[in-house]
């Protein structure tokens, strides 16, 4: 073997090694030792390592580099060889050849109560800059109202469950009707008369069990709104009145909560994000800053009067989820101060600029708090 060149061994001889004191380092980047490592591994990414060798122990034990399938960990021995540390090793084949081989893996969850499929379930989210273990694991910990399980909330909650939101609050007080299965696809026909929430909660839990699924059959009111946003991280409301609006809307306000809004109107439909501050630090606006006063009903007929296109709520919805990710994970720019339109007949989508309305009656300066019951009797006044 010439000078500098870095000896092979297998994963079975690495273990031998390992068993008699020598120091394996796993130079992988985080989110792949995320989906598994061997047991008592160090972990030291390359790309930290060729920055700084100096970060490996220098304490005289042998040192067996491993990566997924032994490229960059022969680069990484290389490294430490140049180094000056004396007994270096790569090992052949990485941790692929380590787990085919049944050696031993470290047995630590993801976070605290992760289950034991976590890694293999989140494995797109944990290999993702932006999201890894550290974002999986703030996923886990955080917990969203959904305010509807309907045409905008069947979506919205399927894939929040589905990437690991650790509580989802599904809040409705309806029954299944025939009428929902063109667009409310957390439901099927055998559920029919059965209450909402309890099927969102029995489908959701089907497609991820790790979640916890808290079914409150309630309608949202002055009475019990505080109570049923308590606790949560963000508020995505998927109802279909303005008084459930204003309320949700004021009550968010009132407790510093992001709120995810959307709505949707025969072939139409729009979304924003109502948080204390715009991108930059400017104020946001909130919901009543877009809408002062409710309009009439003839203004802003229901589904069940006006109609709705069966894919509209599932794309808004959509969108939804993905505001309420990216607030979660602190990621990107949020709808904040933007409204996003869009027109599926010509399938467009356009935005327009929201801007804080200082003469706000529920969050501008002079605005002051007379309760909720207040904006119940606006609404019912129209």
């Known amino acids: 073997m010439g000078p500098?060149?870095?000896?092979e061994i297998s994963v079975e001889e690495a273990a031998r090694r390992v068993a008699a004191g020598a120091r394996l380092v796993d130079v992988r980047e985080p989110a792949e030792v995320a989906l598994g490592a061997p047991a008592g591994a160090l972990h030291l990414p390359l790309s930290v390592l060729q920055d700084d060798p100096s970060l490996l122990p220098d304490d005289g034990r042998p040192l067996l580099l491993l990566c997924a399938i032994g490229q960059r960990s022969r680069r990484a021995a290389a490294i430490v060889l140049a180094a000056g540390h004396g007994e270096v090793a790569n090992v052949a084949g990485g941790f692929v050849a380590w787990?085919?081989?049944g050696l031993p893996l470290a047995a630590e969850p993801l976070w605290p109560g992760a289950t034991a499929d976590a890694a293999e379930r989140y494995d797109r989210h944990l290999r993702l800059a932006g999201v890894g273990q550290e974002g999986q694991r703030r996923l886990a910990g955080s917990g969203v109202l959904l305010l509807g399980a309907g045409g905008l909330g069947s979506p919205a909650a399927l894939y929040l469950a589905a990437a690991?939101?650790?509580?989802?609050?599904?809040?409705?007080?309806?029954v299944i009707e025939r009428s929902n299965l063109q667009r409310q696809i957390l439901h099927t026909e055998a559920g029919i008369g059965r209450p909402k929430v309890e099927s969102a909660r029995e489908r959701l839990l089907a497609l991820n069990p790790s979640v916890r699924v808290e079914a409150i059959r309630e309608?949202?009111?002055?009475?019990?709104?505080?109570?049923?946003?308590?606790?949560?991280d963000v508020v995505l409301d998927g109802s279909d009145n303005f008084a459930t609006r204003y309320l949700l809307n004021a009550a968010c306000v009132r407790l510093g909560l992001p709120l995810v809004h959307a709505a949707v109107e025969r072939f139409q439909g729009q979304v924003s994000v109502f948080v204390r501050a715009a991108p930059g630090g400017a104020k946001a606006p909130c919901y009543r800053c877009l809408h002062p006063e409710p309009p009439g009903p003839e203004a802003a007929p229901n589904c069940a009067e006006a109609g709705v296109l069966g894919v509209l709520p599932g794309l808004l919805g959509?969108?939804?989820?993905?505001?309420t990710l990216k607030l979660l994970l602190g990621l990107g720019e949020p709808l904040a101060g933007r409204l996003l339109l869009f027109d599926a007949l010509g399938l467009r989508?356009?935005?327009?600029?929201?801007a804080a309305d200082p003469d706000c009656a529920t969050?501008?300066?002079?605005a002051r708090f007379t309760g909720y019951h207040d904006l119940e009797a606006i609404c019912a006044a129209i």
């Open 318 to 323: 959509l969108v939804q989820a993905t505001e």
């Open 219 to 232: 309608r949202l009111s002055a009475a019990n709104v505080e109570a049923l946003l308590h606790g949560v």
């Open 349 to 354: 989508f356009r935005e327009v600029a929201l």
């Open 363 to 366: 969050c501008g300066p002079q």
């Open 4 to 7: 500098g060149r870095v000896p």
């Open 164 to 174: 690991g939101v650790g509580h989802l609050r599904i809040v409705d007080d309806d």
């Open 99 to 101: 787990r085919a081989a």
